[in-house]
């Protein structure tokens, strides 16, 4: 018997997760905008964790670094291999949680993650796992979603109808620049931030609301819950709409995301 006290979460994780293949393609401009602030370079050993469709790892494959992939989801893990092997890249991808990394202190120069280790639920583990597998003088970089902008209030929204179990950090928080800071400590010297912008093409917010509703998990899992109650259903559909409509013009959905980069003492 497992003795994590959020594997159920997690394995309701992996399911909801398990559907955000449609949409992958979205997080691909974004993964090399992080890959390159990384620094990521031909030779280095790199580690993609919560690496889903495997965009970042395939493109520090590309870039020539020697490239490991983990994700908790199977399903996404074979649309990675997929994509490596379409890249002409070799990558190690393998199931695995970041709160519990299958690979040695001191393993990687690089360790990445793009909209993934924020989704574990203790984040003072998995952040102590994601150093313990750096190298001293390696870099850590990480894409996260700001708690003030779209994706982030979107996350918000959808935990006020489904509240995340006791103890469960939130997402959003990874996207604040004083919890990050707070949560690397002192293992980390040159702390970096910098701000991109992700752009969802979409004909209007209800479309792309749709779209959440069939691909990203924590909207799917609202959706389902609220499948018996069509006047809450509509509420959260409703307040979800204004939400992306304050960051929809010109067919885009205009969503923000914060990058990070430290390097390990």
């Given at each position: 018997?497992?003795?994590?006290?959020?594997?159920?979460?997690?394995?309701?994780?992996?399911?909801?997760?398990?559907?955000?293949?449609?949409?992958?393609?979205?997080?691909?401009?974004?993964?090399?905008?992080?890959?390159?602030?990384?620094?990521?370079?031909?030779?280095?050993?790199?580690?993609?964790?919560?690496?889903?469709?495997?965009?970042?790892?395939?493109?520090?494959?590309?870039?020539?670094?020697?490239?490991?992939?983990?994700?908790?989801?199977?399903?996404?893990?074979?649309?990675?291999?997929?994509?490596?092997?379409?890249?002409?890249?070799?990558?190690?991808?393998?199931?695995?949680?970041?709160?519990?990394?299958?690979?040695?202190?001191?393993?990687?120069?690089?360790?990445?993650?793009?909209?993934?280790?924020?989704f574990a639920p203790r984040p003072d583990v998995a952040i102590a796992e994601m150093l313990r597998v750096l190298k001293p003088g390696g870099r850590i970089a990480f894409s996260t979603w700001p708690p003030e902008m779209m994706i982030g209030r979107m996350f918000t929204l959808v935990s006020a109808y489904l509240p995340p179990p006791p103890g469960v950090a939130a997402p959003?928080?990874?996207?604040?620049?004083?919890?990050?800071?707070?949560?690397?400590?002192?293992?980390?010297?040159?702390?970096?931030?910098?701000?991109?912008?992700?752009?969802?093409?979409?004909?209007?917010?209800?479309?792309?609301?749709?779209?959440?509703?069939?691909?990203?998990?924590?909207?799917?899992?609202?959706?389902?819950?609220?499948?018996?109650?069509?006047?809450?259903?509509?509420?959260?559909?409703?307040?979800?709409?204004?939400?992306?409509?304050?960051?929809?013009?010109?067919?885009?959905?205009?969503?923000?995301?914060?990058?990070?980069?430290?390097?390990?003492?």
């Amino acid at each position: 018997m497992s003795t994590d006290p959020f594997a159920q979460f997690k394995a309701v994780q992996r399911e909801a997760w398990a559907l955000f293949v449609p949409i992958a393609a979205s997080t691909t401009p974004a993964a090399a905008a992080l890959v390159e602030f990384a620094g990521a370079a031909p030779g280095q050993s790199v580690l993609d964790v919560g690496c889903g469709t495997g965009v970042v790892a395939v493109t520090a494959a590309r870039a020539g670094a020697h490239v490991r992939g983990l994700d908790l989801s199977p399903v996404l893990l074979e649309e990675a291999r997929r994509n490596a092997d379409l890249a002409g890249v070799a990558i190690e991808f393998s199931e695995g949680d970041v709160e519990a990394l299958p690979y040695p202190d001191g393993a990687f120069d690089t360790v990445l993650s793009q909209f993934g280790h924020m989704f574990a639920p203790r984040p003072d583990v998995a952040i102590a796992e994601m150093l313990r597998v750096l190298k001293p003088g390696g870099r850590i970089a990480f894409s996260t979603w700001p708690p003030e902008m779209m994706i982030g209030r979107m996350f918000t929204l959808v935990s006020a109808y489904l509240p995340p179990p006791p103890g469960v950090a939130a997402p959003p928080q990874w996207g604040d620049p004083a919890t990050i800071l707070q949560r690397l400590g002192d293992q980390v010297r040159d702390v970096e931030f910098y701000r991109e912008e992700m752009r969802f093409p979409a004909l209007s917010p209800r479309h792309f609301i749709a779209i959440m509703e069939q691909s990203a998990g924590p909207v799917v899992k609202v959706v389902a819950m609220l499948a018996d109650d069509p006047l809450r259903l509509a509420q959260f559909r409703d307040e979800f709409a204004a939400l992306v409509d304050k960051f929809f013009a010109r067919n885009i959905v205009h969503q923000s995301f914060l990058m990070t980069r430290a390097t390990k003492i």
